[in-house]
């Protein structure tokens, strides 16, 4: 089973929910009947699920996309490479080929319509991904963009690809999304059975949910709506749920506790009862919603 | 005219709030642009009036026309983005995972593939309710190119502000550290960071400081929530001594935040309170150091 937890605005709570969620399944696992939890850490940009919870690192692997490499003494400067290239990530510059891997959207089509095999494509590292387990029993994995790289696809795709090839069908696999509702957050969510959408009831909240639900629609994603830091705001976001017909699934009271915590990096399951109980809560309607 | 881009790496630490009252606070000096193109909640604030919308088209998207398809399957052997399922016997094109590179339609024998352009979103130049002018934009359900999508809003704004003569533009940036926040920064005057003494915040900045480093930006930053949590305050600090970025302001935490944004005004139009005497001398801060 694969969950991805998301939302349209930033700071709404994604990882808070989502290192939560997968410790108390991780904690609770013997009776909840899961053999195997995973959270994977899919905001490469800003990967901060680590920051919640610690535990023993496994397996580093540097990860790489393939770009283009110019040999000089095979070209002849026919200039087809520059001509293919929709990226402008090469470009002719008196008697020599400059490539820009920056731009590069490693399609292969420069490299392999070279008719004098001038451009062979070569790895370039673009970050890191990191497997750990964790004391209760939680496998971790965290993909980190190296900074000054600027496309997180890539590095998303080869991360789905590790967690498929090290964890079966069995295993129940929560995923931390990048906020927003552009490439990278539609790469993360492409395989998962059930988007969760975190939003704060303030009307930046609701509308960067809306925008979020309409990205899920065009999907074709499930998706089910939780309130964080309930009590700041209005109640919109419900009005919202019950016209469209989306399931709400949860409330996190906001409470100052809470955000102490938060910024100290502890979980919030540990100390306070109440958010407890609203996670267990969670995780059953969860479950309830991926088998219906 | 001087460039001012504020941005945060972590969503949620007031950044958008904090920019539409600095919109305030310079009045009739300023033009905006709001470039977190995939959350944009500026026009929550301002009431813009959508005077002039266009749409804008980014890069292309391959379409198979089926009856000169000899079913080959060349352009699946070559495509490195699964973007060219078989369904029901014919080859066609997966648009959400085209990246739009044309390599199937140069290695075609029959020229069967057509590109076509492709929709990045609406993008709109606006009348606040404060009588400046706001540059906005919003990005297509499940588009790519949100970072083409947020040069195209700067480069309007910044010719407006030229032609007009107004000596700022003031640039709400995207979060993250990848190619919608590099778009956002390239070429500008000051970067204002905003964040939060939360092991996120701290993480979250330091990454998006490091990338503005690349870049040779003068940067300056401001923490908001300041109190709570005083041993991350303190770590923040080490850091920006560090990294010379100039300390502007410390905005102790204030639910003032989030009843302005449900009263839809601005912070300092919505109060006169401690929080926002603070934002009036940040913005006095800023001019000085953007002036110099």
């Avoid at chain 2, 983005?81 to 029959?110: H, K, M, R, S, W």
Wanted: proline share 4%.
């Amino acid at each position: 089973m694969k969950i991805a937890i998301a939302s349209g605005k930033g700071g709404t709570g994604k990882t808070t929910l989502a290192v939560n969620l997968a410790s108390y399944i991780a904690e609770e696992k013997r009776n909840l009947n899961v053999q195997e939890v995973v959270l994977v850490d899919m905001d490469v940009e800003e990967p901060n699920s680590g920051l919640f919870i610690k535990g023993e690192l496994k397996k580093t692997e540097i990860k790489y996309r393939m770009v283009p490499e110019w040999i000089e003494s095979k070209c002849t400067f026919c200039k087809k490479c520059a001509n293919v290239c929709n990226f402008n990530a090469l470009a002719y510059i008196g008697v020599s080929v400059l490539i820009f891997p920056e731009l590069c959207h490693s399609c292969y089509a420069c490299s392999e319509l070279c008719p004098e095999d001038a451009l062979p494509m070569k790895a370039d590292r673009m970050g890191e991904l990191r497997q750990y387990i964790i004391k209760n029993g939680l496998h971790f994995i965290e993909s980190r963009l190296d900074i000054g790289i600027e496309q997180a696809v890539p590095l998303i795709k080869q991360t789905h690809e590790f967690i498929d090839s090290e964890f079966d069908e069995t295993a129940f696999k929560i995923i931390d999304s990048p906020p927003g509702t552009s490439c990278p957050v539609i790469e993360t969510v492409k395989d998962a059975e059930l988007v969760v959408l975190v939003t704060e009831p303030t009307p930046f909240g609701l509308n960067d949910l809306k925008l979020a639900v309409d990205t899920m629609k065009e999907l074709d994603k499930k998706c089910a709506v939780i309130v964080n830091r309930d009590g700041i705001g209005n109640d919109d976001v419900d009005k919202y749920c019950a016209e469209n017909n989306i399931p709400l699934i949860g409330k996190i009271p906001h409470m100052h506790e809470a955000a102490k915590l938060y910024s100290q990096g502890n979980l919030l399951i540990d100390d306070i009862d109440e958010i407890r109980d609203v996670i267990k809560d969670i995780y059953s309607n969860i479950k309830k919603l991926v088998k219906g | 005219m001087k460039e001012i881009v504020v941005i945060s790496g972590k969503g949620g630490t007031g950044k958008t709030s904090i920019t539409a009252s600095l919109a305030v606070l310079g009045d009739k000096d300023v033009v905006l642009a709001d470039c977190d193109v995939d959350a944009a909640d500026m026009h929550l604030l301002l009431n813009p009036d959508f005077a002039h919308k266009e749409k804008f088209y980014s890069g292309k998207i391959a379409e198979i026309i089926q009856d000169d398809c000899i079913k080959c399957g060349k352009c699946k052997d070559v495509c490195r983005f699964d973007a060219v399922p078989v369904i029901n016997e014919q080859y066609v094109i997966d648009e959400l995972n085209c990246e739009g590179c044309e390599y199937c339609a140069y290695v075609c024998p029959t020229n069967a593939i057509v590109m076509n352009d492709n929709l990045a979103g609406d993008f709109f130049i606006s009348e606040t309710r404060l009588n400046n002018t706001l540059v906005h934009a919003k990005l297509a359900i499940a588009a790519d190119n949100s970072g083409k999508l947020v040069t195209k809003v700067r480069t309007e704004a910044k010719k407006i502000a030229e032609e007009n003569d107004i000596p700022y533009l003031i640039v709400d940036g995207s979060p993250g550290i990848g190619c919608p926040v590099v778009a956002s920064v390239t070429g500008s005057n000051l970067v204002v960071i905003v964040t939060e003494p939360t092991v996120s915040g701290l993480h979250d900045m330091s990454r998006v400081a490091e990338l503005i480093r690349k870049f040779g930006i003068k940067s300056v930053c401001l923490i908001n929530k300041a109190d709570i949590n005083a041993d991350i305050t303190i770590q923040i600090k080490k850091f920006l001594d560090k990294y010379e970025i100039p300390l502007i302001a410390e905005i102790p935490y204030d639910l003032v935040f989030a009843d302005a944004i449900l009263a839809g005004k601005t912070v300092v139009e919505y109060s006169n309170g401690e929080v926002s005497q603070i934002i009036r001398d940040s913005w006095k801060r800023i001019l000085e150091i953007v002036r110099e």
